[in-house]
T-cell receptor, first 112, second 113 residues
Framework: KNQVEQSPQSLIILEGKNCTLQCNYTVSPFSNLRWYKQDTGRGPVSLTI???SENTKSNGRYTATLDADTKQSSLHITASQLSDSASYICVVSEDSNYQLIWGAGTKLIIKP | GAVVSQHPSRVICKSGTSVKIECRSLDFQATTMFWYRQFPKQSLMLMAT?????????EQGVEKDKFLINHASLTLSTLTVTSAHPEDSSFYICSHNGYYGYTFGSGTRLTVV
């Protein structure tokens, strides 16, 4: 069964600190993996998208990694800001029918 | 990047009435658009895929007679929640897969009282 699991479910850190969010998946065949940021009451906004051959991709203070062998991805946030408070969702695209498999997200709270 | 405009952002309706949500694709002619529903503290769940000029494809468990989808043009898809009930209260989001990958609307918070 195609699944995407994220951890932790929620995370609270102090402003300025770094953090890493995890995503494990069992989706096959794999097409690509995306990380989205979703502010409360808003639609998701794309942060990164990685294909099978990409190991890392950065977008400002966000850096995503992908290990296609172990089917794991991480999203590292550097020097966190209050505006980083949001849910971060890992989404894996299946290659056969391009179906998106959504993770449940990690709720990140940045405290001053 | 591409922009998806969704309207309204919030709506409160009485039980038994119908509500229409509009999703406009700006700067991109979308032959396909996707409708999601998100309950509190849960991830997005795909409800249906709307296809311009033809019938929408609904996911298992989604009532097509209750959630009417119309995709009459390449820039507009609408979702109508008919005979709404309190359990239909949710966050509805549309998206399309365009030049920049999946782009999402800002969502519609529906509350049925």
């Amino acid at each position: 069964k195609n699944q995407v699991e994220q951890s932790p479910q929620s995370l609270i850190i102090l402003e300025g600190k770094n953090c890493t969010l995890q995503c494990n998946y069992t989706v096959s065949p794999f097409s690509n993996l995306r990380w989205y940021k979703q502010d409360t009451g808003r639609g998701p906004v794309s942060l990164t998208i990685m294909t099978f051959s990409e190991n890392t991709k950065s977008n400002g203070r966000y850096t995503a990694t992908l290990d296609a062998d172990t089917k794991q991805s991480s999203l590292h946030i550097t020097a966190s800001q209050l505006s980083d408070s949001a849910s971060y969702i890992c989404v894996v695209s299946e290659d056969s029918n391009y179906q998106l498999i959504w993770g449940a997200g990690t709720k990140l709270i940045i405290k001053p | 990047g591409a922009v998806v405009s969704q309207h309204p952002s919030r709506v409160i309706c009485k039980s038994g009435t119908s509500v229409k949500i509009e999703c406009r694709s700006l700067d991109f002619q979308a032959t396909t658009m996707f409708w999601y529903r998100q309950f509190p503290k849960q991830s997005l769940m795909l409800m249906a895929t709307s296809n311009e000029g033809s019938k929408a494809t609904y996911e298992q468990g989604v009532e097509k007679d209750k959630f009417l989808i119309n995709h009459a043009s390449l820039t507009l898809s609408t979702l109508t929640v008919t005979s709404a009930h309190p359990e239909d209260s949710s966050f509805y989001i549309c998206s399309h897969n365009g030049y920049y990958g999946y782009t999402f609307g800002s969502g519609t918070r529906l509350t049925v009282v």
